[in-house]
């Protein structure tokens, strides 16, 4: 490491130091009963977690400051969340309030996003999404036991600000933090018990499923990896050798202890855009024209390579837009179409057929969400884990040369204005020649 590079890692601690005690006296201020801890408490000591998963992350970043860092600033990433709308161009930008950085790990701010907040108000008649957004401590379920994975109990309802906590993964019910070392090889001043399954996806089945799998569903991540990705022999990562890779560093700082390997806690997924473009590949090519009708035959691929789940993946508001277009000589768009890959909202495909239907269920939730769902559809499903997904379009063309050109574009809310560029992303963009005879 040379010197500026020391410079580098000294600042960031110190700006690391500097919010952890500003967001600490935030968090005093707003409610009260924050546990403090001495920093003068020597190994040995023990420090203790009364407030359970609600213990706020700061309180961890004390002397985990590293780790911290990555979780509360997205340190060492381009993670990014922009401001973004419900619907439409007029409603109000949600953004991330302060002390909270716009760059931080999701997990850190899944209990300030404005976004589920607002949705949940509009959608659910301000009904409290709090299971995966704020659980209480869970046992790690089975891989292959537990078929179907069930939503973990909810903190109560005052205890949700802090969202997903450092506790949220390592508090274990009776209170111990669970982790991949031995306690015995560590120098720990609070009990910690090894979890071999810990490092595993097991770790993230409670939140990232949901229900029984159903193909195509929102909510599935867990499932989509378990039978599509790792059941099926495509490859053997977890959640973890993807989303969390291995570096070797102190553990906690400033308590003599020797650096070792740890996962990044940062957790890139869409709102990292180095990491969304990893996911699928996209090609296109010219066949016969067997239709009968005039016009040029292409095939686009879009190929999964990189994710071990469905992309896009998770909730029922991402989409990823793929634009088609014919290009003539003259610079002019000829032709033109449009896919979109979703997950569905419900257990079936997301369609128009059933708008009247909505009407007599249960307001505002589901049939919010389900009409809103439903006025896009029907679309394509997400592409599984490894699949070639080939979509064939027959333009009617005159004779010539022209030019088709596909591009895919990540939608954060498939479901707002599409000219709200803010929450897109573009993935991939290819382009072939083609002549029609
Ligand atoms: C979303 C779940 C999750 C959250 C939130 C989380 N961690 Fe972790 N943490 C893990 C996993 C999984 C590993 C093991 C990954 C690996 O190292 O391969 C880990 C590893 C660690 C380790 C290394 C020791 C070990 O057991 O491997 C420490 C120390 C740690 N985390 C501290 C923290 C702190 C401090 C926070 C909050 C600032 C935090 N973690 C937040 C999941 C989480
Ligand atoms: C007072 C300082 C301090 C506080 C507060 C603290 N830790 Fe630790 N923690 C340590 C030290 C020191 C180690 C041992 C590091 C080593 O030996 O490399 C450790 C070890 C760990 C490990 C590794 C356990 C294992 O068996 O793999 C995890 C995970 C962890 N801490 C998570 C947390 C979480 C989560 C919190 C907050 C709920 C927290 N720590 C609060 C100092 C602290
Ligand atoms: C306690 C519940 C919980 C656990 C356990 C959990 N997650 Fe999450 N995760 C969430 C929630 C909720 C969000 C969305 C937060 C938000 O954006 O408001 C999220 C977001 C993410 C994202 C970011 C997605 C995006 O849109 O940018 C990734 C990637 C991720 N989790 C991976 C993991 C991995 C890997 C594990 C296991 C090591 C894990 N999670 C464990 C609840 C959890
Ligand atoms: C082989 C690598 C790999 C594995 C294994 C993997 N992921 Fe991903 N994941 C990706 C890639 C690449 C993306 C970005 C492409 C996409 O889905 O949009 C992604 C995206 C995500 C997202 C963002 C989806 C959204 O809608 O915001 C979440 C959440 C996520 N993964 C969670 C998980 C969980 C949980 C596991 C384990 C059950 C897991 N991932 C396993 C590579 C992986
Ligand atoms: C089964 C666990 C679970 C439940 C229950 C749940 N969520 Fe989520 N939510 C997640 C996870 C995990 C993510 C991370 C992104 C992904 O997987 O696509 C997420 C992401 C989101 C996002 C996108 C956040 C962002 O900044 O990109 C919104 C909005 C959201 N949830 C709203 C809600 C609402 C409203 C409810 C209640 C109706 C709810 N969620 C219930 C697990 C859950």
């Known amino acids: 490491m040379n010197e500026s590079q020391h410079w580098i890692k000294a600042s960031g601690r110190r700006i690391a130091m500097v919010a952890v005690l500003a967001t600490a006296l935030i968090l005093v201020g707003c409610g009260g009963g924050t546990t403090t801890i001495s ?10 977690f009364p407030q359970g998963t609600a213990t706020p992350s700061e309180v961890c970043g004390q002397c985990h400051v590293g780790i911290y860092a990555e979780v509360a600033f997205g340190t060492g990433a ?28 999701a997990h850190h701010l899944a ?43 909810p903190r109560p ?29 560590l120098l720990a001043p609070h009990e910690s018990v090894r979890d071999p399954n810990f490092p595993t996806s097991v770790m993230c089945a409670f939140c990232h499923s949901k229900g029984p799998r159903v193909v195509g569903k929102q909510t599935q991540t867990y499932y989509e990896w378990r039978d599509d990705y790792f059941g ?3 490859g053997q990562k977890q959640c973890e050798d993807c989303h969390m890779p291995q570096e070797v560093r102190v553990l906690a700082e400033d308590w003599g202890t020797p650096p070792r390997a740890v996962g990044q806690h940062i957790w890139p997924g869409s709102h990292s855009a180095t990491f969304i473009r990893q996911g699928l590949t996209l090609s296109l090519q010219q066949v016969p024209n067997t239709s009968g009708t ?70 505002p939730d589901p049939q919010v969400a389900q009409t809103q769902a439903d006025l896009q559809g029907p679309h394509e499903t997400p592409v599984r884990a490894g699949e070639e997904r080939v979509l064939a379009w027959t333009p009617q063309l005159p004779i010539g040369s022209f030019v088709v050109r596909v591009v895919l574009t990540y939608d954060l809310n498939r479901y707002n204005d599409r000219s709200f560029t803010q929450d897109q992303t573009e993935l991939a963009r290819s382009s072939i020649s083609i002549r029609v005879q």
Not at 296 to 321: D, F, L, M, T, Y
């Open 78 to 105: 381009d993670l990014k969340f922009g401001p973004i709308i419900l619907k439409s161009l007029s409603d109000q930008l949600l953004s991330i309030p302060g002390p909270f950085f716009d760059t931080a790990s």
């Open 294 to 363: 005039f016009g040029a035959r292409i095939e686009i691929h879009v190929h999964n390579v990189g994710a071990g789940h469905s992309v896009p993946s998770g909730s029922n508001r991402r989409g990823i837009w793929m634009d088609a277009a014919v290009i003539d000589s003259n610079g002019n768009t000829i032709a033109a179409n449009e896919w979109l890959f979703a997950p569905w909202f419900s257990s079936r495909p997301d369609d128009r057929a059933f708008l009247s239907q909505d009407q007599i269920l249960p307001f």
């Open 157 to 185: 309802v005052d205890q949700q600000d802090v969202g997903i906590t450092c506790a949220s993964c390592h508090l274990t019910p009776d209170g111990k933090i669970r982790g991949t070392y031995n306690p015995g090889e």
């Open 232 to 234: 099926t022999g495509l």
């Open 111 to 153: 209990g300030v996003d404005p976004w589920p907040i607002s949705a949940r108000d509009l959608e659910n008649g301000g009904a409290h999404c709090n299971t995966c957004h704020y659980p209480e401590p869970f046992n790690l379920p089975d891989l292959v036991l537990d078929k179907v994975i069930h939503e973990p109990t």
């Open 39 to 48: 920093r003068s408490g020597l190994p040995g000591t023990t420090v203790t």
